[in-house]
């Protein structure tokens, strides 16, 4: 049986099942046939009378097996509308269909306008299909259960009781040689599961080209480690990632809608998916192919933007098409879950704290499925220029965490799966880190390091947490010692027995001189740093110069055309009704304005004597969350005006986005000290600067941190060419981590673009600040 197609849904609730069970029975006697009687479904197969009311797909199955490969099968179907059946199978596959119809049985007890079809399914020397059913499966009482390959039970017959005990790992917010010990630690604190979100924009930067060698890594190194994996590919996954994951030349488009069934859009989506679904199907724990993945996330907290089903449901269908199998879930704020979710796709839940009156919300939309929590946030993002947070709304300690954490697991009333959300820390490594712009009131960017708070650490340390959770977790076994299950075909018990572990060293490299610089003007000829680019008809936003390709970093616009329009008088205007996000202005190279984010609509005056224009702009980072998403467009977003009246049109654009790294850069200029170290603003624009350290062959190579000091405004920071993310004055962060694989042995070239003002040296240093403000 490859493929049922059908154009109408039927749902059974818990006395039908019972119902068709004990009519099946009796067909079954009739036949003389014999063996266990469950339920299956694309959820997977049950233990004998339990059910499952929360199927993915939209048919009911019922199936029967006994020792001699052969199979029944009852595909139920309501028949009260018109639907077309079609049923196929290979042509080269030997096996022998029979069918009957018992719909007039069905009748007599009570269940109406339903028709069964089953099929008799004789597989001589075939072996079982290995995949098809999924992993998890959610049974009555809101139990959860796994089906898993054993020597002893290669068929997978056999369900035993599980949670999904799992930490949030973002394989892209931390370098890949680091995977393994994160993932270790993860292990050892007692999770027997990875969460990550995909996020579009890493694999698919220009249209159409794609890249998936850190995901395949990624993966197959959790199944090395006998963990499972809850991967959340939808299109969109928020995160604090620049346009939540959302590549940039999607707003190319001018009409772009995303999240939604905008053509434009949902034909993007279609071919990123038809590269990357065929890998994450491979990988699925049921392929029995070397994979851990569990679970597929549709969309993500689809409810806090929209309540669209016909999208959710397209999209859906594309997981079905491309032959995702394993369970389906979505998950939501508790206040709109209600938006968010489909009839037939298990609803999870997101939240921190009150954990009761949050379960209690899902328990009432959805009273029969299985609790599980997708993110069980452990700490907080930062945000530029506001107060370091250890919680969402307040602090929140590891003493707190570990009371909610016994809460979920120890005291409950259900039996409840989590998702710790984040268990390690990250790094909002080059351009990567999002922004907020709520009820498109205020704009406000994150901070380069995901560390949030989290029981590891941005540098892979572990915290007060880390052991809060492992703590509680140590009692879970304790009382559920069957629960300690992991992604292997051993037949012996797992246990779960904590190591003593010591953080990863750090070093304090010490202080390093800046000694080089490029100024403003040779930074905009340089073409090992910028991308020039032309215009008559007036300024291009950074999604116009790169329409299929993301875009990131600086913007600058130069216009020679003033002298030829405006007449005599001693001042004039300069009028940009839309411009995101940071602004510099600057007339014939020296600054007259500047603006920290801006309102989108920026005048100044210029002199009467003006020549040449030039506006910087800065893309702090697209919006990440809320309804905001189709407003992330970077650049001057409209026409330049002169006097309020007169159109700019004559442009050169340069785009700088430091995506060729620093290391080819030359002609550098001598950096003068000055004694007496003060800080040095930039009135002409900004500056590139460099200063080297070594590290000796008698010396260690370990993590640390930059920290740039008072003197140093705001900029990006670079290490032998890996581009850190970007340092600001404001606060709360501080310092900028530096993995050990960024270091070599010898000279190593510290680099900084920086915007305001400067000072004449930096510091490496062994412990992060994250909290100064």
């Not at 959610?138 to 930490?167: A, M, N, Q």
């Not at 920290?707 to 850190?724: S, T």
Request: net charge negative.
């Amino acid at each position: 049986m490859e493929s049922i197609e059908y154009n109408s849904h039927s749902y059974y609730d818990l006395h039908d099942k019972i119902a068709l069970v004990s009519l099946l029975k009796t067909e079954m006697r009739k036949r003389t046939l014999s063996g266990n009687l469950g339920f299956a479904s694309h959820n997977g197969q049950l233990e004998k009378k339990q059910c499952n009311s929360n199927n993915n797909n939209n048919n009911g199955i019922v199936q029967l097996t006994d020792d001699g490969n052969l199979f029944l099968e009852f595909y139920i179907f309501n028949i009260s509308r018109e639907r077309s059946i079609h049923l196929c199978k290979n042509p080269n596959d030997k096996r022998l269909l029979i069918f009957y119809n018992v719909s007039n049985g069905l009748y007599k007890i009570g269940v109406r306008n339903v028709s069964v079809v089953f099929l008799l399914i004789l597989r001589a020397h075939l072996r079982p299909s290995e995949y098809g059913n999924q992993t998890l499966i959610l049974g009555e009482e809101r139990r959860l259960s796994i089906r898993l390959y054993k020597e002893d039970d290669p068929r997978r017959t056999v369900l035993r009781p599980f949670r999904i005990l799992s930490g949030s790992l973002q394989y892209f917010r931390i370098v890949p040689q680091s995977w393994a010990d994160r993932i270790a630690l993860m292990k050892d604190a007692g999770l027997n599961t990875v969460e990550t979100f995909v996020p579009w924009n890493v694999h698919e930067r220009e249209v159409g080209k794609y890249q998936f060698d850190n995901l395949i890594k990624f993966l197959e190194l959790v199944h090395q480690n006998e963990m499972f994996t809850i991967i959340r590919p939808s299109p969109y996954i928020g995160a604090e990632w620049d346009f939540g994951g959302l590549p940039s030349w999607l707003l190319s488009d001018d009409e772009m809608i995303v999240r939604s069934n905008y053509p434009g859009y949902i034909k993007a989506v279609e071919r990123y998916y038809d590269a990357l679904f065929p890998i994450l199907a491979k990988y699925q724990y049921n392929r029995r192919t070397g994979g851990s993945i569990i679970a597929f996330q549709i969309e993500h907290e689809y409810g806090s933007y929209s309540q669209d089903k016909a999208y959710l449901e397209k999209l859906r269908s594309m997981y079905v098409k491309h032959g995702l199998d394993e369970i389906f879930f979505t998950s939501d704020a508790p206040r709109v879950l209600q938006q968010g979710t489909l009839d037939n796709v298990w609803a999870t839940i997101n939240f921190q704290r009150e954990v009761t009156t949050r379960v209690d919300k899902l328990i009432e939309f959805r009273s029969e499925a299985h609790v599980m929590i997708t993110e069980y946030r452990t700490g907080a993002f930062d945000e530029w220029g506001k107060p370091h947070r250890t919680g969402d709304q307040t602090p929140y300690n590891a003493d707190e965490l570990e009371l909610d954490v016994e809460e979920i697991l120890l005291t409950a009333q259900y039996e409840i799966s989590v998702n710790f959300y984040m268990f390690c820390g990250g790094t909002n490594f080059g351009f990567t880190a999002g922004a907020n712009h709520f009820e498109m009131k205020h704009y406000v960017s994150t901070v380069t390091s995901y560390d949030y708070n989290a029981p590891i650490s941005e540098s892979g340390d572990m915290t007060g947490k880390y052991h809060a959770i492992r703590n509680v977790l140590k009692k879970f076994y304790e009382q559920n010692p069957t629960l300690v299950i992991y992604n292997h075909e051993r037949t012996a018990a797992d246990t779960f027995e904590p190591k003593d572990l010591t953080d990863p060293k750090k070093i304090a490299y010490g202080k390093v001189k800046i000694t080089d610089y490029k100024s403003f003007e040779q930074i905009l000829e340089d073409s090992a740093i910028g991308t020039k680019y032309q215009s008559e008809t007036g300024p291009l936003g950074m999604e116009d110069l790169k329409k299929t390709t993301i875009t990131e970093g600086y913007i600058v616009y130069i216009n020679k055309e003033i002298p030829e329009l405006i007449k005599a008088a001693d001042q004039h205007t300069i009028s940009i009704p839309e411009v995101a996000d940071s602004v510099t202005i600057l007339v014939d190279g020296e600054n007259v304005y500047y603006a920290n984010q801006t309102s989108y609509a920026i005048e100044n005056e210029i002199p009467a004597e003006t020549k040449v224009l030039t506006i910087f702009v800065e893309n702090l980072g697209r919006i990440n969350y809320g309804t905001g998403l189709d407003y992330s467009r970077k650049g001057i977003l409209n026409n330049v005006l002169l006097d309020k009246k007169i159109e700019l049109k004559k442009w050169l654009m340069v785009l700088l986005e430091f995506d060729r790294g620093l290391t080819g850069v030359t002609d550098w200029k001598p950096f003068v000290r000055s004694e007496d170290s003060t800080t040095s603003h930039l009135a002409r624009g900004p500056k590139l600067f460099r200063g080297s350290f070594t590290i000796e062959e008698s010396q260690e190579i370990e993590d640390t941190f930059l920290a740039p000091g008072p003197r140093w405004g705001k900029g990006v920071a670079f290490v032998n060419g890996h581009n850190l993310g970007r340092y600001w004055k404001i606060g709360p962060q501080k310092t900028l981590y530096i993995p050990k694989h960024f270091l070599v042995k010898g000279i190593n070239y510290i680099y900084l673009f920086e915007t305001h003002h400067y000072g004449q040296e930096v510091k490496l240093v062994d412990k992060p600040i994250l909290a100064a403000y």
